[in-house]
Structures are given as structure tokens and as C-alpha cells.
């Protein structure tokens, strides 16, 4: 098993490299992704290794291309919050989205990694419809991945004693760094057909995304002790 931590970790590595083209960076996370679901690794069993005790609140931007952009990075957002991670939408770059998200180096993979597998989950299960059905099916998606890791969230923090206030205040720090060191925000607000099909059908499938509540066990032990 250590050699596939070993292999996990060389492309996590190159991902993170800031001379990996974007292309490669992704291909590389998206293959370290499948590596761990294949093996039952999660995020904590890799950054063992790492600086996975690091509490310094780093900065990413992550760009997010394809169809449907818009509203997958917004899945990435919704999975980064719930990962003790602030941030907002930058301006695009070219046909790509960017995210940029404040927080530990070890919840910010966390984020990514989950994303590349919701992002290929979303992708096998849309259906077939016009462009304004499937926007209402991402949109629906992003909600039941939200209500689905929520819950994983807090059976965590119900089963680990004094971990609810260790992401709270990696939340705080990380929404402190964004405030001093991030541009002026302002807030939106968008609004779905919360009972078109479409939605309910988005809701229903990412309701089933496999989030583990090992996601967010990253250093929680060491900030206990």
C-alpha cells in the first residue's frame, strides 16, 4: 500500500508544481482522485505524510473549464466551505472559471479532491436536455452534494469531541486572511425552480455522492491535543 501512497502522493505533487500546465495539474489530481477511491484511502491517510498538521492559512486559485462551468465551480465553493475554506469567484480567464480559496494546504486538497470525483459524478449522471433543464440539474446536484456532505460533517464532529471548534476556527482564520489580504466582496443572489423536475432529479443524484466524514479528519487530533 505504501507504494500506491508513494504514486498518490508524486502526482499530487505535480498537480501542486507551479510549472505544471493547468491541463496536466488536472489530469494528475483527477488520477491521484481515482487512486484513493480505488484503494479506500482518504485524504488524512495521504497528507499523513505531508504537512497535514501545517495550520498555516494558504492561498489557490483553482480554475474550472468545459460546459457547465459556472455552475460546477460552484459545486467546488459549496465543497470548499463545508472544508473550512473561504474564498469567492474571480474574474474568468479566458473560457475558464477561477476560484480562489483561503485555508489550510491540507482542506483546500481536501476540497479539490472531492470535487474531481462530484465533477465526474455529475458528468455520468446528467441526463439528456436542453441546455436550461441541465443548468436546473446542476443546480439541484450541487444541493444534494451539499445536504449529502453536511451530514457526513456532522456525524463527524458528533462522534469527535471539541472537532466542531477546530473547524469552526480554521474557518474563521481562513475568512480572516480573506478579508485582510482578498479584494472587496459583495454578495448575490440567485434563485432556482426549486420543484421544476430537472431540480429534483439534480437534488436526487448528488443526495447519493459517497462523501465520508474521513474528509474533514485531516490535523483535527493534533489541534485537540
Not at 480559496?101 to 476540497?111: N, P, S
Not at 476556527?169 to 479584494?183: C, F, I, S, W, Y
Not at 472587496?184 to 423536475?197: A, E, F, I, Q, V
Request: net charge positive; charged share 20%.
Amino acid at each position: 500500500m505504501s507504494d500506491q501512497r508513494d504514486r498518490i502522493n508524486a502526482m499530487l505533487n505535480l498537480a501542486q508544481h507551479p510549472n505544471t500546465p493547468q491541463a496536466e495539474a488536472e489530469s494528475a489530481l483527477a488520477m491521484a482522485s481515482k487512486l484513493m477511491q480505488k484503494h479506500g484511502l482518504s485524504q488524512s491517510d495521504i497528507t499523513s505524510s505531508r504537512t497535514d498538521e501545517d495550520t498555516a492559512v494558504v492561498v489557490e486559485r483553482i480554475r474550472v473549464g468545459g460546459l457547465y462551468r459556472v455552475r460546477r465551480q460552484n459545486i467546488l465553493y459549496t465543497i470548499a466551505l463545508l472544508h473550512s475554506c473561504a474564498g469567492y469567484r474571480a474574474d474568468d480567464e479566458g473560457s475558464q472559471c477561477v476560484v480562489v480559496l483561503y485555508g489550510r494546504a491540507a482542506d483546500i486538497f481536501a476540497a479539490r479532491t472531492l470535487f474531481v470525483a462530484a465533477d465526474a459524478m455529475g458528468a455520468r449522471l446528467l441526463p439528456r436536455g436542453d441546455r436550461s433543464w441541465r443548468v436546473a440539474w446542476w443546480k439541484g446536484f450541487q444541493l444534494g452534494i451539499e445536504e449529502s456532505l453536511s451530514v457526513a460533517r456532522k456525524d463527524f464532529v458528533s462522534e469527535t469531541p471539541g472537532s466542531g471548534l477546530v473547524l469552526a476556527d480554521r474557518m474563521k482564520r481562513a475568512q480572516h486572511e480573506l478579508r485582510v489580504n482578498g479584494p472587496p466582496l459583495r454578495g448575490g443572489y440567485s434563485y432556482s425552480d426549486t420543484s421544476s423536475g430537472a431540480y429534483i432529479n439534480g437534488k436526487n443524484a448528488g443526495s447519493g455522492f459517497g462523501g465520508s466524514g474521513r474528509s474533514f479528519t485531516a490535523g483535527v487530533h493534533g489541534e485537540l491535543t
